[in-house]
């Protein structure tokens, strides 16, 4: 466990980007993803892969100067190219573009294809939210997860994401898989030497287990809540694959392995203004449901209830003030990426252990 | 368990509406939503129900007369005051309305307040679906629910929906409570003698209990899949409660058990029109998805994977052609119901056992 300050940290994520060739402004928007991740304590999405990234920036799987645009658009919906660009970009770029147009019409959906992995689905739902947008973000990606009945994996873990302003209170925001756990879990607990509870895999016979290693090329995770898992992974993927152009489960490149060739992972992103649909009452009535929620009786040990996201925002708000506590799985990451671009880390993270 | 053509079941239950001052067609709209509802197999959502809405009809609770309209709109949402009529009468109204929006715009959001319970959220999400738009429905309702560390219930069962065309295929439909499960199967359960499963309920100290006489005044349902379920949930009270404007938390009323006071429930509505954005690509896009779906290797025993909504699919074919086979809950429901408005009973069900 090493703690960096924010601004550090983002300087090194831009200094490595920007070292593979991609702008200043995407530098930036692409680090404002990873480190307000890390910053949530969600160590799994952040800047631990960062290194995969640049990777495949070198290997040609991601184009440093791809520009996003929209090939295709109406009042309220947008078709995005995200031109093989780091996901994040098309992704920011996407949510900008339905939160503009929601701006205008009270709702907006911008799909996107020839994207990548975009990190953590809940970014670009607080990105809506701390803007006074409603915002929902998902993605499909390669299937790695079972149905009810089958015998290997059937979606991606086809995450979902949804983020509202808080009133007086942080935003809410939930970021979910649709499989019991996203696959980085299992990777880090293989790494950490830590065996995988029951109810996480089954093997490719459809029978439970628990031996990690079988991850993914010969056990699937199985979809939280069996099938209402399912049902949103396939939600999830019409939204985010069929309507957006991009590829589709097993058409949806292995972006952690071959680097070489664009994932086209495909995402949608919705907007909406809820100060044109409910006024000024909005943030009143938003107070009004949280008070009420935190008012609520608890266990003992417990103070109050928390609300969606509210967790990671008090992590964000210690991190802004004292560091970005990052776990050893990250560090090790973050100075293999450094060694690699012969780039200085920055220094709290380089100190020996 | 007795059969019942699906014309005979829908003549009973506008009858029965009639009776009670509804007009023909908005008698003829909820019967389409509750006999819908049974032949997919849902009878915890069907016409079981008819008696209750009949009971808040006659004591005030619902307004026979009501007229929903658009109070409040914009080139993409509207908000509806659905005036005190049946829930299934404002509901598919303002699907209706977000539908049409989405046919000009791309997408539309309709919220709904001064309703009611609105029955299984699926047949809105079908409603869009079998006309070429992708639907999602949802509605907040009385705690029923805890949350992480909570005492007692924080949230509703809260239920979401989600259907898309099908291309050549039936549509996908998910139809989910944000609970383990929905409280009427709790009833269900209870009714039939059987035992409550472990993972349903908590006691009000947040101890899991099987007890399913403790459910609701002593006991909460679990939300599904601990944070996610809870998350998921305040998604729904935001987008269908704070939004709309309609009671929120515990101020929604006990539909069923407070017959006088109108409940005043909130739902949100979103149409999407994947023509509009994908072209004449997306149901060519859909068949391809759900070709792939299907064709995944299955366990021994299952002839190939089911599609969400695909089982409830089939149950309704099967239904229209047969009837629509319905427990012995819901026939002695209508039996009372019947009675109740001195109405003669449909002969298929009126028979002796």
């Not at 016979?205 to 993914?216: I, V």
């Not at 266990?299 to 802004?320: C, D, Q, T, Y």
């Amino acid at each position: 466990m090493k703690t960096i300050p924010v601004a550090e940290l983002t300087r090194f994520v831009i200094q490595v980007l920007e070292h593979y060739g991609v702008s200043a402004e995407d530098a930036k928007t692409t680090a404002d993803v990873l480190v307000t991740t890390d910053s949530w304590g969600i160590g799994t999405h952040g800047t631990k892969l960062l290194g995969l990234y640049a990777k495949r920036l070198k290997a040609g799987g991601l184009k440093a100067k791809g520009r996003p645009k929209v090939s295709r658009e109406g009042p309220s919906w947008a078709v995005v190219d995200a031109d093989k660009a780091i996901g994040m970009v098309g992704s920011v770029f996407a949510m900008k573009t339905a939160m503009s147009k929601a701006g205008r019409t009270g709702i907006a959906i911008v799909t996107v294809h020839n994207s990548c992995h975009f990190g953590a689905a809940g970014y670009y739902a607080y990105l809506a939210a701390r803007q006074g947008m409603i915002g929902l973000a998902m993605a499909n990606d390669t299937p790695t997860v079972a149905a009810p009945g089958s015998k290997g994996p059937v979606f991606g873990t086809n995450p979902i994401a949804f983020g509202a302003p808080g009133g007086s209170h942080a935003p809410v925001v939930l970021d979910m898989a649709t499989a019991v756990v996203a696959g980085g879990k299992i990777t880090q607990a293989l790494a950490a030497g830590q065996p995988i509870p029951e109810g996480w895999i089954v093997d490719f016979e459809g029978r439970p287990t628990t031996d990690g290693k079988l991850f993914a090329h010969s056990a699937s995770l199985l979809p939280v809540a069996g099938y209402k898992g399912y049902g949103m992974a396939a939600m999830i993927e019409i939204l985010s694959g069929v309507l957006s152009g991009s590829a589709m489960r097993g058409e949806v490149g292995l972006w952690g392995h071959d680097l070489v060739n664009p994932s086209d992972h495909g995402h949608a992103f919705i907007a909406i203004d809820p100060h044109m649909i409910a006024g000024r009452a909005f943030s009143r009535r938003m107070d009004e449901m949280i008070d009420g929620v935190k008012a609520s009786p608890v266990v003992e040990g417990m103070e109050s209830l928390f609300m969606p996201g509210e967790i990671e925002h008090n992590k964000r708000v210690a991190a802004l003030q004292g560091g970005i506590p990052l776990g050893d799985d990250v560090v090790e990451s973050l100075r293999a990426t450094a060694a690699e671009a012969s780039l200085v880390l920055a220094s709290s993270l380089a100190a020996s252990d």
